[in-house]
């Protein structure tokens, strides 16, 4: 009984080891983000606001990062008639990979975005919602914890343009 608990046992042992052995930098990161729409979208929608959270998880000694990132952005649309509300909403959730050197990193990313459009009348209210393939490239400025940067997102969209926007992010990195 013993023999068959220690092979078990010497396995996790070592995974662990190799685990503590990585010297990888772990982040947590909020952000802000103005987010100015391009293309077909700039001719709809005013610039939109919202927020991320992204995870990075380090995995080597060179600066590199696996990162999971959520978000959300909300626009306004233009040229509404008097008492209608309508808004774009985009809900980006991205994977990517993270390269740091110096102060500056580059991102690219790929994901899905839950795309929405509401609109409201009085009193009443119907929405659409999509999801679509989405990606993302980003290159930022970090200054002790504070980080600083501009990110291009692109979602597809079935039979129409693709919906694109440009994000200034401002966010902070809490070490984990």
């Known amino acids: 009984m013993k023999k068959k608990l220690l092979l078990p046992f010497l396995a996790i042992l070592c995974v662990s080891g190799?685990?503590?052995?990585q010297k990888g930098n772990n982040v947590l990161q909020p952000s802000f983000q103005v987010s100015i729409p391009t293309n077909g979208l700039a001719n709809t929608v005013d610039i939109g606001f919202g927020g991320a959270v992204k995870a990075m998880y380090g995995f080597s000694e060179i600066k590199q990062q696996l990162t999971l990132e959520?978000?959300?952005?909300n626009f306004k649309l233009k040229y509404l008639p008097s008492g209608l509300n309508a808004d774009y909403t985009a809900i980006p959730v991205y994977a990517g990979y993270r390269y740091t050197t110096g102060h500056f990193a580059f991102e690219p990313q790929i994901g899905i975005s839950v795309n929405r459009i509401g609109v409201s009348y009085g009193g009443e209210s119907a929405n659409e919602t999509q999801s679509n393939f989405a990606w993302a490239g980003g290159v930022s400025y970090r200054y002790n914890k504070v980080e600083l940067g501009v990110k291009y997102q692109v979602s597809t969209v079935e039979d129409s343009d693709a919906?694109?926007?440009?994000?200034?992010?401002?966010?902070?990195?809490?070490?984990?």
Request: net charge positive; glycine share 14%; hydrophobic share 40%.
């Open 18 to 21: 190799t685990l503590h052995a």
């Open 70 to 73: 959520a978000g959300y952005n």
């Open 163 to 176: 919906i694109t926007y440009l994000g200034i992010r401002l966010g902070y990195n809490f070490s984990l």
